[in-house]
């Protein structure tokens, strides 16, 4: 168990540094906030006490450990437009683009293991041919096109939802949303569904060349013996990896079909107030999102260590 | 209980035969040893018993009788059944060789588990605590637990010729399974392999290119070259007399000091 803790104080550490360097980053590109904020108009005494209210007189390093302490206590600091406390401003549209990428998630690892697995065992075969093209296909097709096409399938001419109708919110309507949501999650993950299928048919055709395989058939494995005891669970590694990598992506991703289904998420959300450049909403989005592609990361790696004996003694294998 | 007629294997992809017609016969109890130059057909030989080869990519012709029933013309769901129960395979490469995500101990009683449905876990595992013992491995219920990459070297060819004798096969392939190993380790195996077809009377094919781990260990050898079986005969014949000339320029060869071997 010592190395779940080693991986969770690294997850702590990235964490800091990744905060650290979001803060920094703000710092530089926002410029004299209480300037910008009052304009050319502002004489010099309003900006100081601006500044002085904004609290930017303070030194770096104590605002960066003051907004951290935020961070933590649920105070993420205020928008500049919206007076409103920034966890309720963010919370819904977080919470939505977390379904949103959790029935995308769901749909990828359910359909590309099994499929993967098919997708090798085609190999050879007259079908493969299609198979590949099929494959390329879907991962050549953005999803914000197949966005339109589902909204104008599904949408106008089935009647299944109503496009750009997405409920004020969850709970006004659940039954419209979750529809919406899960076409846009599909949408979402057709191309990486396609993506993780040729990945893990290339990780199994590559396990299968393995000295172990051989020992497996000369102790009268058969194919599906050879494949489900042997070969998958040595798949599994790199396709956890793969899939980390595909989750901590999805929240980014789903930005362009937040905007096609029109549902309000945290893309959209994030999307509109970089053009407002209302930097502190930014800041904790982009913060929130790093948290999350580093998260990803850390339980892959848990999970790897599970199924990965080699793994389990720290540092490379 | 082995006899191989006329065995022709060749690739797809090469021009000459791998195997270019050979006859070979292995008595029960017998250890025989193959040994010849890299590349001369050894483990296309092994490998054409064991079932090993993949049959799309080469063609194989003559006969493999095995306790008078055909392999080549067996089909693949015999065969299946007599690999890992009638034939035991050891390669190489223990580390390699092995699933470096299951424990030893499920990989020692594989074989069990394919062909002896009939046996309850914990009978299973008795035959698998027993096999580990046979190949004198410490602690067996320990290494049981433990992950190949977790055993030596030398532990991991144990756990190996385990796996392959838990079924009680009646013929072991050998294919160079001590080249990989240091010396001591490999004095070590000889006298278990000689140990365990002294107890059992399992016939061995070993593969080598070491004449003199040859000799110390098998009745009978065979010199392969180039696809073909150029001499063979009892250890010592040919050893003290041999009547080919790629066998003279081979057991010339042999290096005379003690010390490390060359392979
Ligand atoms: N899968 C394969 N495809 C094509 N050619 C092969 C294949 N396996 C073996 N060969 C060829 O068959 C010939 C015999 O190879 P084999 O592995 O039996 O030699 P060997 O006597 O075991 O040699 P070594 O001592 O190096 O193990 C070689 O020329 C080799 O290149
Ligand atoms: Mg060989």
Not at chain 1, 172 to 191: D, H, K, R, Y
Request: charged share 20%; aromatic share 6%; net charge positive.
């Amino acid at each position: 168990m010592n190395y779940v803790i080693r991986r969770i104080l690294m997850l702590l550490l990235t964490m800091l540094i990744v905060s650290f360097l979001t803060f920094l980053a703000f710092e530089l590109v926002s410029g004299d906030v209480a300037q910008t904020k009052l304009g050319t108009e502002g004489t010099p005494e309003q900006v100081a006490a601006l500044r002085h209210e904004l609290g930017l007189d303070q030194p770096f390093l104590l605002r960066y450990g003051q907004w951290l302490g935020g961070f933590f206590t649920g105070d993420l600091g205020v928008s500049y437009y919206n007076p409103q406390p920034m966890w309720e401003l963010i919370g819904p549209k977080l919470g939505v683009t977390l379904i949103l990428a959790a029935i995308s998630f769901l749909l990828i690892t359910l359909i590309s293991i099994p499929l993967g697995l098919l997708s090798y065992r085609l190999a050879g075969s007259p079908l493969d041919g299609l198979r590949t093209a099929f494959n390329q296909l879907c991962m050549a097709v953005p999803p914000f096109f197949i966005g339109i096409l589902f909204s104008w399938f599904f949408g106008i001419t089935l009647k299944l939802f109503i496009p750009e109708g997405f409920p004020s919110s969850i709970r006004a309507n659940p039954g419209e949303a979750m529809t919406q949501l899960f076409f846009a999650a599909v949408c979402l993950s057709i191309p990486r569904i396609a993506m993780t299928v040729r990945m893990m048919r290339s990780t199994v055709i590559g396990e299968m060349q393995k000295a172990y395989v051989r020992t497996a058939i000369s102790r009268g494995n058969d194919r599906r013996g050879v494949l489900l005891r042997h070969v998958l669970k040595n798949s599994l590694t790199g396709t956890v990896t793969f899939l980390a990598q595909t989750l901590a992506e999805l929240i980014g991703g789903s930005i362009v079909v937040e905007q096609v289904f029109g549902i309000p998420g945290l893309g959209r959300f994030l999307v509109a107030e970089i053009r407002a450049l209302d930097y502190p909403v930014v800041q904790t989005i982009v913060v929130i999102l790093a948290f999350w592609v580093v998260l990803a990361g850390t339980v892959a790696d848990l999970i790897n260590q599970r199924i990965d004996p080699r793994l389990r003694l720290g540092g490379a294998k | 209980m082995l006899d191989i007629q006329d065995l022709h294997v060749k690739f797809h992809t090469r021009d000459h035969e791998a195997v270019g017609g050979i006859n070979l016969r292995i008595d029960d109890g017998e250890i025989l040893g193959l040994v010849g130059e890299s590349g001369s057909g050894k483990s296309v030989t092994a490998m054409s018993i064991a079932g090993l080869l993949p049959r799309k990519q080469c063609a194989l012709r003559g006969a493999i009788l095995l306790d008078g029933q055909d392999l080549l013309l067996a089909d693949r769901s015999i065969l299946r059944r007599m690999q890992g129960s009638a034939i035991g395979v050891v390669f190489q490469e223990p580390m390699s060789s092995m699933n470096p995500l299951l424990r030893v101990g499920v990989q020692v009683g594989e074989a069990l588990r394919i062909h002896r449905k009939d046996l309850s876990p914990e009978a299973r595992r008795a035959l698998v605590l027993q096999a580990m013992a046979d190949v004198e491995l410490p602690n067996p219920e320990e290494c049981y637990r433990k992950y190949p990459h977790e055993l030596s070297g030398g532990q991991q060819q144990r756990a190996m010729i385990a796996a392959a004798i838990v079924s009680r096969p009646s013929l072991l392939l050998l294919d160079e399974p001590t080249t990989a190993l240091d010396v001591t380790i490999q004095a070590q195996i000889l006298e278990l392999l000689k140990k365990l077809n002294a107890e059992t009377g399992i016939s061995m094919l070993f593969i080598s290119h070491n004449l003199n781990v040859v000799r110390k260990l098998c009745t009978r050898v065979a010199v392969m070259q180039k696809g073909l079986l150029v001499e063979t005969g009892s250890t010592d014949a040919v050893f003290h007399h041999p009547q080919h000339p790629y066998t003279q320029r081979l057991i010339a060869s042999i290096p005379t000091r003690h010390g490390r071997e060359v392979r």
